[in-house]
């Protein structure tokens, strides 16, 4: 349903492509944000909201983007920020590495014994 989603200047954009103008809010951890700017046309509707400075901190920040009718997700965005992440990320990429060492050896071994 959303297309193009981004963070931009401090504002989460995505575009719909909806005939009718989607009713739609952002959430955060059970909160409605306030400002959801709904600009455009029938087929080509854009969609802009402002991100509330006193919520960055540090961590993963999740936002929920949820028809009002019936609360259904439709989409979502992520923040990710501070010290802690470089820490994740590292213990993230070591398993990765673990992950495709062991793909690969597995791999090498299928192709001797195919050639045997």
Do not use: Y
């Not at 951890?29 to 046309?41: A, D, I, R």
């Not at 923040?79 to 597995?106: C, N, Q």
């Amino acid at each position: 349903m959303l297309e193009n989603s981004r963070i931009k200047a401090g504002r989460w954009e995505a575009v719909s492509h909806e005939k009718e103008a989607p009713d739609l809010e952002v959430r955060h951890q059970g909160e409605v944000l306030e400002g959801l700017l709904l600009t455009g046309e029938p087929g080509d509707w854009r969609l802009s909201q402002p991100i509330p400075a006193e919520l960055l901190s540090e961590g993963v920040l999740t936002f929920l983007v949820c028809r009002k009718s019936d609360g259904e997700v439709i989409d979502r965005f992520s923040l990710v920020a501070g010290a802690p992440l470089a820490g994740d990320l590292r213990a993230e990429i070591d398993l990765l590495r673990t992950e495709l060492d062991m793909l690969s050896r597995a791999f090498r071994q299928h192709c001797a014994e195919s050639e045997s």
